[in-house]
């Protein structure tokens, strides 16, 4: 993966947070965030802006990348810096890092000096190409079958006891449950166009089995049976074999047998 030095950004964990914040905008943007982009990469990318945007000012930027993964679904990621290559990624190449870390033990993980850290060596090295010197991972806590992680990044070193650092865990425990609501109403979602496709498959399998137990006069079994030996054989989902089934009979004028060997 080709890595970017990012000049133009210098991104320093803010520490001017009100002391006692408890970012109750957090939820309200969320809400909104989502019913504008209910697509989860966008979702994530407005929520990583608005991170970067309230924990950091004109005089001090920071960068934050959030990832999430969910069971038979692909990784969505974000970042705040548009058009910079995904920091977090790398993780999943170089097999760990501070966001898996995060993600494994449900605790922030610090690196306060990347120059001074022995683990993950390949990471460390790429994310120091980006100018970086310090990473804060903060875990999401999200549904049980759903792991999130939102990661800052720092071009300083960062100590344990940096008022931004305990910012940022108070932002993300707010972020959390807005992430938690969406991913559940997405998961709705899903579920739904998922048995909607299923049912639609299910009618054509149907409409292709009464056809063949029709024209070969034989049991709803034997048909079924026949559709699904077609299948395997012709290397072929079972609905597109029901569905030329299904176009070969309202075109056909003659009575015939399918599937013959």
């Not at 290559?85 to 605790?107: C, F, H, K, N």
Request: include cysteine; glycine fraction near 6%.
């Amino acid at each position: 993966m080709a890595i970017t030095t990012v000049r133009e950004v210098k991104p320093v964990l803010n520490a001017g947070v009100p002391e006692g914040e408890n970012f109750a905008d957090v939820a309200l943007h969320l809400q909104e965030s989502f019913l504008q982009n209910p697509e989860v990469e966008a979702f994530l990318r407005n929520l990583a802006e608005y991170a970067a945007s309230r924990l950091g000012s004109p005089d001090h930027e920071c960068t934050c990348e959030i990832m999430i993964l969910r069971p038979k679904k692909p990784v969505a990621s974000a970042s705040s810096n548009a058009g910079a290559p995904l920091i977090t990624l790398l993780e999943s190449e170089q097999g760990d890092g501070p966001g898996l870390a995060a993600m494994r033990t449900g605790g922030t993980v610090l690196v306060a000096d990347l120059r001074r850290e022995q683990r993950w060596p390949g990471y460390v090295r790429a994310v120091r190409r980006q100018g970086f010197l310090s990473v804060l991972s903060i875990p999401a806590a999200l549904e049980e079958d759903a792991r999130g992680v939102v990661t800052f990044y720092c071009s300083q070193p960062l100590e344990a006891a940096h008022d931004g650092i305990h910012a940022a865990e108070a932002f993300v425990r707010r972020a959390s449950k807005g992430l938690k609501l969406a991913l559940r109403m997405l998961k709705l979602e899903e579920t739904k166009e998922g048995m909607s496709a299923a049912m639609q498959t299910r009618t054509v399998v149907d409409l292709a089995t009464g056809a063949i137990m029709a024209q070969n006069r034989c049991s709803q079994a034997a048909a079924f049976k026949l559709l699904r030996n077609a299948s395997s054989t012709r290397n072929m989902k079972l609905r597109e074999v029901a569905a030329a089934v299904i176009t070969s009979v309202a075109g056909a004028a003659d009575t015939f047998t399918y599937f013959d060997e």
